[in-house]
């Protein structure tokens, strides 16, 4: 998994009361977490599918205890759902986000129309490559630093 924290873009500002209508505090920090696929997600097949099926599996577990641990100090914290693009804790808005966009317009990574969706493509990885994105009210420090303590606890189980 390859994740960074950002500021949000001049168009998540501008437009994050249709993202997120019951937050009271401008979102300060974005997480883009991209994991690598074992195939072209482009593809339209039961293998990719289930591909797709895992990986959302894996960001909503991981995305899940981010949130609680910003929320349990206060900030408001929020992961969005990269089948609809709607916030899964917060009330949904008018406006879907666009995965995509954000990964482009933080990361500058390449993106390629495929039918009507655009995918992301990864320098390393190519278009097998899943993105997701978690926002906060709470500074890119903090949300870096629990980023990486989970990521590292996580790693030390595995280990």
Not at 15 to 24: G, M, N, Q, V, Y
Not at 30 to 53: F, M, N, S, W
Not at 71 to 93: C, M, N, V, W, Y
Not at 143 to 155: F, R
Request: glycine share 6%; with cysteine; proline share 6%.
């Amino acid at each position: 998994m390859q994740y960074s924290v950002h500021p949000p873009s001049e168009f998540i500002c501008q437009h994050s009361e249709k993202l997120l209508p019951d937050w009271s505090d401008p979102i300060r920090s974005i997480v883009v977490v991209l994991q690598p696929a074992d195939r072209e997600l482009t593809e339209h097949c039961p293998e990719a599918d289930h591909q797709k099926q895992v990986l959302r599996s894996q960001f909503l577990s991981f995305g899940l205890k981010v949130t609680e641990m910003l929320r349990q100090q206060g900030h408001l914290a929020d992961l969005f759902d990269p089948k609809t693009g709607l916030p899964i804790l917060s009330e949904s808005g008018s406006l879907r986000l666009d995965d995509v966009a954000v990964v482009r317009s933080t990361l500058g990574y390449a993106t390629k129309a495929i039918g009507n969706c655009f995918t992301v493509i990864h320098p390393r990885w190519g278009s097998a490559v899943y993105p997701s994105i978690l926002m906060s009210s709470a500074s890119r420090e903090l949300v870096e630093s629990i980023v990486a303590g989970l990521l590292e606890c996580h790693h030390s189980l595995r280990g």
